[in-house]
């Protein structure tokens, strides 16, 4: 299982972006039972961003509630995170993450970082 990220870049504060995740080599005995966001910043740890389940229930850190959107395409297979108002303290590595479900067992993988840099 591959999670290819994408959508990073340098914007001003109070700008946009939207990341995207494509996850791809997902076997048909597997499912996907989450998609997420996390970010972390120089010298900070990971933290949750957004997360999304297989039944459209979603969560948001405090810091980008009302800002930040999760969705996903599930044809696709990707997962989207559109990012309104940017801070500069919203500058971080971007990780989109996956839990599939199979066989029973839950399975999580990451996709590699995408940089987002908020310039004030």
């Known amino acids: 299982v591959q999670l290819q990220a994408s959508g990073g870049g340098l914007v001003q504060a109070g700008g946009s972006l939207r990341l995207s995740c494509a996850a791809s080599?997902?076997?048909?005995?597997?499912?996907?039972?989450?998609l997420a966001w996390y970010r972390q910043a120089p010298g900070k740890q990971r933290e949750l961003v957004a997360r999304i389940t297989s039944d459209g229930s979603t969560n948001y850190a405090d810091s980008v509630k009302g800002r930040f959107t999760i969705s996903t395409d599930n044809a696709k297979n990707t997962v989207y995170l559109r990012m309104n108002s940017l801070k500069p303290q919203d500058s971080a590595d971007y990780y989109c993450?996956?839990?599939?479900?199979?066989?029973?067992?839950?399975?999580?993988?990451w996709g590699q970082g995408t940089q987002v840099t908020v310039s004030s």
């Open positions: 080599g997902i076997s048909d005995i597997f499912s996907i039972n989450t």
């Open positions: 993450h996956a839990v599939l479900m199979g066989g029973g067992y839950d399975y999580d993988y």
